[in-house]
């Protein structure tokens, strides 16, 4: 993490797409001078240390993006600007809305759509399928 936190900084990036569990380690020893962007994929996101790190930064400097996908949507389907005050007292992190070339829908076995807060299957469709 000390190496390429020194990266970070040497090359001045303003961009991270990596997993959560990669940021966590960055975050651990990386000085976010230059970075704009700390984008999330690829496993569920670890509010704790997304939390520290709104402790130890602002909000202001460094965006931090959470994204959700899976293989057969092209990766991304949803984006999620994350902050402190969204991610206070919750147990699991907003996947967000959908990118805009798609569309998801949650249903029911007989694929019909279910009311809010009810438990339903995530159907995308769109451009990115």
């Known amino acids: 993490p000390d ?3 020194q990266w970070v900084e040497k090359y001045q990036i303003t961009v991270l797409n990596q997993t959560p569990s990669a940021f966590k380690q960055y975050a651990a020893v990386g000085q976010p001078y230059h970075l704009r962007y700390g984008i999330f994929g690829g496993e569920a996101l670890d509010i704790p240390s997304v939390s520290h790190w709104f402790e130890q ?3 202001k400097q460094t965006k931090l993006i959470n994204m959700y996908g899976i293989t057969e949507t092209t990766v991304h389907v949803t984006y999620q600007e994350l902050s402190a005050e ?3 007292n919750r147990i ?3 996947i967000g809305e959908a990118i805009p070339d798609l ?4 249903l029911d076995q007989w694929l019909q759509p279910v009311p809010d807060g009810m438990t ?3 159907f995308i469709s769109g451009d990115g399928v």
């Open 92 to 94: 699991a992190a907003p």
């Open 3 to 5: 190496v390429f936190a």
């Open 103 to 106: 569309s998801m829908y949650i």
């Open 86 to 88: 969204l991610l206070a």
């Open 120 to 122: 339903g299957e995530l």
């Open 57 to 59: 930064h602002s909000e």
